[in-house]
């Protein structure tokens, strides 16, 4: 199985601001994806992270709010920009292997005060 | 679109007792299906996932689910529970119309096992 790191693992942050999420992979891997975890609520696909090309996002995420570089095999950002509250939840990035199983990094807990 | 309901958000359970945890999925199409444990500040590991074989699944630490298509349900089941399962567990689902792998994710369920 693949080990993600993922960084920062929490952060609070003012509203108005925008923060980078890390996520690196210790082997190569395939697909590299985001998630949002909201408050009591399940993990929601934001977009897949395409290497060397713009990311694909899910119906709700748009790439000015959530810009997603992936540079190469095992690298992938997420930023948060223009952060308000409703934007506090964990973000988590995982990744995906010959489409076998995903595997996930510890995720990023944000709070946007 | 697909969406994956997990009926219990919190169980609370004795050191061996019997565990099992509902998930059904709306999909109708071919799925493939999987557990996820989430243990207090950790990240988000498999338990188990179905493809296609046997609709009876064995994973990890003594888990196990059924795969039931006619009812659209992959309960997970373990008859022993111990205090380290106590753990957040989410089922999820995809399939491979789109090509790759994109999970639907229930809302999870909290267990706690007390000693």
């Not at chain 1, 925008?18 to 994806?33: A, E, G, K």
């Not at chain 1, 995420?61 to 952060?83: A, E, G, Q, W, Y």
């Amino acid at each position: 199985s693949a080990v993600i790191s993922q960084k920062p693992s929490r952060d609070i942050c003012q509203r108005g601001t925008s923060l980078t999420i890390q996520c690196q992979v210790d082997s190569q891997v395939t697909m590299m994806f985001w998630y949002r975890q909201q408050p009591g609520q399940s993990l929601t696909l934001i977009a897949t992270a395409n290497q060397g090309s713009e990311a694909t996002y899910e119906s709700g995420f748009v790439i000015d709010k959530f810009p997603i570089s992936r540079p190469n095999l095992t690298f992938s950002t997420l930023t948060v920009s223009n952060m308000s509250p409703e934007d506090s939840s964990i973000y988590l990035c995982s990744g995906d292997r010959a489409n076998t199983e995903a595997f996930f990094g510890q995720g990023t807990r944000l709070t946007v005060v | 679109a697909q969406s994956v309901s997990q009926h219990n958000h919190h169980v609370i359970l004795s050191e061996a007792a019997s565990l099992e945890l509902g998930c059904n999925y709306s999909y109708g199409g071919t799925v493939n299906l999987f557990w996820y444990v989430q243990y207090p500040g950790q990240h988000l590991q498999l338990l188990l996932k179905y493809f296609s074989g046997d609709p009876l699944v064995k994973g990890i630490k003594g888990f196990e689910a059924e795969f039931i298509k006619s009812k659209f349900s992959f309960n997970l089941r373990k008859p022993s529970v111990q205090w380290s399962d106590t753990a957040e567990y989410f089922c999820a689902v995809n399939n491979w119309n789109t090509g790759f792998q994109k999970l639907v994710f229930g809302t999870g369920t909290r267990l706690l096992v007390s000693p």
